[in-house]
C-alpha cells in the first residue's frame, strides 16, 4: 500500500469504543476502510466467502437467509482453534484485496489521511509494515466487558471468553504509536481528542 495519504492503523479490544472514534475521524474527513464491515460483507448472503465456507464446514452453519450462521460459527471457533484458523484462511485473503481496492479508491479521490480500522490488527501480525502510524483506542477489561454486556447482551462469561480471544491489553499498547484512553470519560471527551489528533493527522 503506497501512496501519498497518512495510513492510520485503527484498533481496540470490543467494547473499548473504537467505532466511535472512527466515526469522529471521519467527520474531521478521513476516509474508512473498516476490515469488520468487510468481513461481514463476505460473510453476508452472496458473499465471496460463503460457497468455501460452506464446503469446508457443512451447510448447516449457513443460515437459511445464505448468510454465514455468526453465532453458530462463533461457538465453532471458540471451542476449536484449528476451525478458527481455517475460517480465517478463508476471510482475511478476500479482506485484504477489497481493503486494498478501498483504499485505492481514497486514493483516488485524494484523500490526505486513511483510517484502516482493524479489530485483529496485532493478532494478525501482517498489517503493521503497511501503515504509517497505529492508533490504540484503550479501556480496562472490566470497563469492555460491561459495555459488551450492554450492548449486545450477552451473559458474562461469553464477553470474557471473547475478550480471552483477543489480544491482550498489554499487547495492544505494546504495538501503539498514539494511545486514546477511553474509560471515566464522557463521549464529549473522547470527541474532544480525536479532533485534536484529527488536527495532528492533517485533517
Not at 127 to 155: F, H, K, S, Y
Not at 166 to 173: G, H, K
Request: aromatic share 4%; proline share 2%.
Amino acid at each position: 500500500m503506497r501512496g501519498t495519504a497518512l495510513r492510520i492503523g485503527l484498533t481496540g479490544g470490543i467494547g473499548s469504543g473504537k467505532s466511535t472514534v472512527a466515526r469522529t475521524l471521519v467527520a474531521c474527513g478521513a476516509a474508512l476502510v473498516d476490515a469488520d464491515a468487510i468481513s461481514r460483507a463476505v460473510t453476508a448472503a452472496g458473499g465471496a466467502a460463503i460457497p468455501e465456507i460452506a464446503a469446508q464446514f457443512g451447510s448447516h452453519l449457513i443460515a437459511a437467509d445464505g448468510a454465514m450462521d455468526r453465532e453458530r460459527m462463533r461457538q465453532v471457533a471458540f471451542d476449536d482453534p484449528t476451525a478458527r484458523r481455517r475460517l480465517e484462511s478463508i476471510i482475511h485473503p478476500l479482506v485484504g484485496l477489497e481493503t486494498l481496492r478501498q483504499y485505492e479508491l481514497a486514493m483516488g479521490a485524494g484523500s490526505r489521511c486513511v483510517v484502516f480500522d482493524i479489530p485483529l490488527l496485532v493478532e494478525s501480525g501482517r498489517w503493521r509494515q503497511q501503515l504509517d502510524q497505529v492508533l490504540v483506542v484503550d479501556c480496562r477489561e472490566a470497563t469492555q466487558i460491561d459495555r459488551v454486556m450492554a450492548r449486545n447482551g450477552w451473559p458474562r462469561d461469553v464477553a470474557e471468553k471473547i475478550l480471552a480471544g483477543q489480544a491482550s491489553r498489554r499487547q495492544r499498547l505494546s504495538a501503539a504509536d498514539i494511545c486514546l484512553y477511553n474509560d471515566d470519560i464522557s463521549l464529549q471527551a473522547l470527541e474532544i481528542q480525536v479532533r485534536q489528533l484529527a488536527a495532528r493527522f492533517g485533517l
